[in-house]
């Protein structure tokens, strides 16, 4: 039997529950919106759903293969799978790669769960901010700020010195300084991770 998440550990349930969610919310999609742009420079809707399902598509060697081709660029070689990826499939069998791996335990190297989580979450925005679509529950969103680490951050390029995060719809405070920013949830975690906010 394949591995599976662990149900026990709360950040499996909200990982796993993200993807029911977005996997419900891209099978109503329309072609054009399936090739409308994300908050992904680059991306479409299409690539952002191959690249959050590639872990399930292609094995870790291939990975690394490929990480390798492009001088360990991880960046360049996400964005050129993506895009083979999306030439190679359809629309509908992307999202069957999303929907037939719900419980599937991939988790970002040295990243865990809260990895795993974070990065289902935030591409996720990155489809439905672009189409104007439900946003996930507040409460999923502060699991993925409550676990930033500095390297996540870096990796954003945030820089939290000076400022002091606190969420308007949920129990979260993100960094410390004088300087205070009350947005909900969603809205931080946009500004975090350097994404553009559409305006509701």
């Not at 420079?41 to 959050?52: K, Q, S, Y």
């Not at 070689?77 to 030439?87: G, L, R």
């Not at 990243?111 to 996930?136: F, K």
């Amino acid at each position: 039997m394949p591995r599976q998440l662990d149900t026990t550990d709360p950040l499996a349930r909200e990982t796993a529950a993200e993807r029911v969610r977005l996997a419900d919310l891209y099978a109503a999609l329309r072609p054009d919106q399936w090739a409308a742009p994300s908050l992904c420079a680059g991306w479409r809707v299409r690539e952002v759903v191959a690249h959050v399902t590639m872990p399930y598509r292609h094995s870790g060697f291939r990975v690394l293969r490929g990480i390798a081709a492009a001088r360990g660029d991880f960046n360049r070689f996400a964005d050129t799978i993506a895009h083979s990826d999306t030439a190679r499939h359809s629309d509908a069998e992307l999202l069957a790669a999303l929907r037939d791996n719900v419980a599937h335990p991939w988790r970002p190297p040295g990243g865990g769960q809260a990895g795993a989580l974070s990065h289902d979450v935030i591409h996720g925005l990155d489809v439905t901010e672009s189409l104007g679509l439900p946003r996930p529950p507040a409460d999923r969103v502060r699991h993925v700020l409550g676990s930033a680490t500095p390297r996540m951050l870096a990796y954003f390029g945030s820089d939290l010195a000076g400022t002091r995060l606190v969420a308007t719809d949920t129990d979260l405070a993100l960094g410390d300084g004088p300087e205070i920013v009350e947005l909900p949830a969603v809205d931080l975690l946009l500004r975090v991770t350097g994404r553009a906010t559409v305006t509701r």
